[in-house]
């Protein structure tokens, strides 16, 4: 699957509301509102990953359609 065709999932139940996907944005895709991960600005979104990757949680992934 091409990053182009993954979709950035957020489970908000498995969030805490640590930041740290939000620091490691590069696009500054991400914020915290409400003490949860969400996605303020999905267009900006280059889909590398790195919310993923740092997420301890679990709680933020890319995947398919």
């Known amino acids: ?3 182009k065709e993954k ?3 957020i489970d908000k139940n ?5 930041g740290i996907c939000v620091s490691f944005c590069p696009k500054d895709v991400l914020e915290l509102k409400d003490e949860k991960v ?3 600005n999905i267009d ?3 889909k590398c990953g790195q919310c993923e990757l740092r997420c301890p949680d679990y ?3 890319l ?3």
Not at 14 to 18: L, N
């Open 44 to 46: 900006a979104c280059i």
């Open 14 to 18: 498995w969030c805490k509301g640590c």
């Open 38 to 40: 969400n996605i303020k």
């Open 1 to 3: 699957m091409q990053p």
């Open 7 to 9: 979709i950035l999932y």
């Open 59 to 61: 709680a933020i992934y």
């Open 63 to 65: 995947g398919g359609k």
